[in-house]
């Protein structure tokens, strides 16, 4: 699919004719990835931040944020949830937060692949290659880092960069390639400023990368934010603006799926966020293979507000389980079964074009 027929669709609002490209995705999902729908079990481990991410409510500036970060033990428990439903996947995430040191990091690692039979996949914001390589080392199987927009001024502007430190996302996605971890990036849509033309790029950008995973999610204004208060103060209502709309979100999804068609998509929260009766299912009809339950403690859970009223916030670890195979079925798809790696990583490997680090426990083993 070539740039001019991807932004043909970006703009297509006609329900109709819509029904034609959520047929290709659901078509070109089914013949690359199957009808499995894999499980990454989510623990939120930390909520402090040191970046000022203008769209994040979980950035710096905002005092109004209760902080925590959870302990080895209660990341482990988390873990034995994950193994006990049959997940084949934990996904460790958290603000950008230097309380959580690198060798606690790779201790943690090695514990939930030495108990566990799960795949590891770290989220942790922008780190330094030495601590990169060392939990790849400890056994780190995946990366997850959304590169947010692929247009440099915008993302300049919401996403500032740390003093004597240029955030630049794409670079270390390709580094963090180079260490053989698995790659999964994404994006938002709809954030104030950000034209079609960007959101083509950004999809074109996801086959650039070749990525493993590809998370893509409406942005929701959060008004502990200086993006939330712009937005309320209607910003964002140029007539290029992409909106932040479930439909739109679809669109990408649906687009994303017949780009790269091996890639693992997930059907985000933010989605459900939008539409709790059925942007899961809808998102998992329109291309995606992936669900994300969340594993974090309760007493956490409101705490790790990148923005506000995301879906199933008080739900316990058991109830989202419930919940989602329960959506899974009603579908006619089946839950994953092991760790559900990238079928890309697979051809790149088979090419030679993978390193792995010698003493490495690989999850295509789990
Ligand atoms: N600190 C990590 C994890 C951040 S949270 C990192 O920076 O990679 C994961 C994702 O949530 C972000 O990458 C961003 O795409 C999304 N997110 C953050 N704030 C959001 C908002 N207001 N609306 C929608 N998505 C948001």
Not at 35 to 40: E, G, I, P, Y
Not at 96 to 119: C, M, Q, Y
Request: with cysteine.
């Amino acid at each position: 699919m070539d740039r001019n027929e991807i932004l043909h669709w970006l703009k297509e609002e006609d329900a109709e004719r819509l029904e034609a490209l959520w047929a290709r995705a659901d078509r070109a999902r089914r013949e690359n990835v199957g009808d499995a729908v894999h499980l990454r079990g989510l623990v939120e481990i930390s909520n402090y931040c040191v970046r000022s991410c203008a769209y994040c409510g979980l950035r710096v500036g905002n005092s109004g944020v209760e902080r925590y970060r959870m302990s080895m033990e209660e990341v482990l428990e988390c873990a034995r949830t994950a193994e006990r439903f049959g997940y084949g996947t934990l996904v460790v995430q958290s603000g950008e937060d230097p309380g959580i040191g690198a060798d606690w990091v790779s201790d943690l690692v090695r514990r939930v692949k030495t108990e566990t039979p799960l795949a590891v996949t770290l989220s942790l914001g922008e780190r330094g290659d030495e601590e990169l390589a060392a939990w790849r080392k400890a056994g780190a199987d995946r990366y997850l880092l959304r590169f947010e927009t692929s247009n440099p001024n915008l993302y300049e502007s919401i996403h500032p960069s740390l003093p004597g430190r240029r955030s630049d996302r794409i670079a270390l996605l390709r580094r963090i390639r180079d260490l053989g971890y698995e790659v999964g990036s994404g994006a938002m849509i709809g954030i104030p400023g950000q034209t079609y033309e960007d959101l083509a790029d950004d999809i074109e950008m996801f086959r650039d990368l070749d990525l493993d995973m590809i998370g893509v999610g409406p942005f929701i204004p959060h008004p502990g934010t200086p993006l939330g208060l712009a937005a309320a103060d209607g910003a964002g209502c140029e007539a290029d603006q992409v909106p932040n709309s479930e439909l739109m979100t679809y669109k990408v999804v649906a687009l994303t799926r017949i780009v790269c068609p091996l890639t693992n998509i997930p059907s985000t929260t933010a989605l459900a966020t939008l539409n709790l009766a059925e942007g899961r299912e809808l998102g998992l009809s329109r291309g995606a293979n992936v669900v994300m339950p969340n594993l974090t403690p309760v007493e956490y859970r409101s705490l790790y507000e990148i923005y506000p009223a995301k879906a199933c916030l008080f739900e316990t670890g058991e109830e989202c389980h419930a919940c989602l195979s329960r959506r899974i079925a009603s579908i006619g798809r089946t839950p994953g079964q092991g760790p559900g790696g990238s079928l890309n990583i697979q051809l790149r490997r088979d090419r030679g074009e993978v390193s792995r680090p010698k003493d490495e426990r690989s999850s295509e083993a789990g």
